[in-house]
């Protein structure tokens, strides 16, 4: 399995936002998001292949009960499945983060599913072949159902513009019955003002129809920095 990196920090999303966490993040994406946080792990993918028992062993190094498995992908990975039976068996909780366009028979106590919305793409003209790659697979409602009715879950969308909250919307009443507590809406950005800024529409939002506003804590502790 290849791993960008291995850290420990605090989770700064979701419904566990302020948990101590090892992140173990691979390398690898089947997408393309434009506003990608984390190239080293899609754009440009970086890191080393680990046997799953190396995996394990740098998470034992960290005092920490809850482990994070993020990307990139890592659903592309079919050692994610081995690596979580033994995460298990140490009794450590598991948040997989997926974008919920590939399904693997795995453990784990959350699944942070995270739907890609139709202006998520690259430029066209720029990347022509990953921006095909990415509106063919971007959208896999029926992997996502599949996801909520099987896990614990999280639904965690970034929201770049006003004019998304339809797709959303539509997104949702596709899905079926989803627990609109376990909705999250995040705005995309990685700098403070930008995200106070759409936090000024987005958060009334949230309240006004139920779902659960998603801040990103870990921009506001650290910065956009790696490891983190």
């Known amino acids: 399995m290849r791993i960008a990196e291995i850290y420990r920090s605090i989770q700064g999303e979701g419904l566990l ?4 966490s090892v992140f173990v993040r691979a390398s690898g994406c089947n997408l393309r998001c434009w506003f990608c946080d984390t190239p080293h792990a899609s754009w440009s ?3 080393v292949d680990l046997a799953v028992d190396e995996i394990v062993a740098q998470i034992e190094e960290w005092d920490c009960r809850h482990v994070v498995i993020t990307g990139g ?3 592309l990975f079919a050692e994610l499945i081995p690596l ?3 995460l298990r068996l140490q009794r450590r909780h598991i948040t997989i983060e997926t974008a919920g366009t590939l399904y693997l028979p795995v453990i784990c106590d959350l699944m942070s599913v995270s739907p890609k919305l139709s202006g ?3 430029d066209a003209d720029r990347h022509p072949h990953w921006r095909r790659r990415h509106e063919q697979t971007r959208h896999r409602p029926e992997i996502v159902r599949r996801l ?6 999280q639904v965690k969308f970034v929201v770049d513009e006003r004019n998304e909250l339809d797709e959303i919307e539509q997104w949702l009443d596709d899905l079926g019955k989803v627990d609109r507590e376990r909705v999250l809406l995040m705005p995309q950005g990685v700098e403070q003002g930008e ?11 949230c ?3 139920g779902y659960t506003y998603c801040p990103r804590k870990h921009i506001e502790w650290f910065g956009s920095v790696r490891g983190t």
Do not use: H, I, V
Not at 17 to 20: I, S
Not at 148 to 153: G, I, K, S, V
């Open 17 to 20: 936002t302020g948990t101590p």
């Open 45 to 47: 993918p970086e890191g």
């Open 73 to 75: 992908e890592p659903m």
């Open 84 to 86: 979580c039976e033994k």
């Open 120 to 122: 998520s793409g690259p």
């Open 148 to 153: 909520l009715t099987e896990f614990d879950y």
């Open 195 to 205: 995200l106070a800024c759409k936090a000024e529409w987005l958060r009334p939002y």
């Open 207 to 209: 309240q006004d129809n």
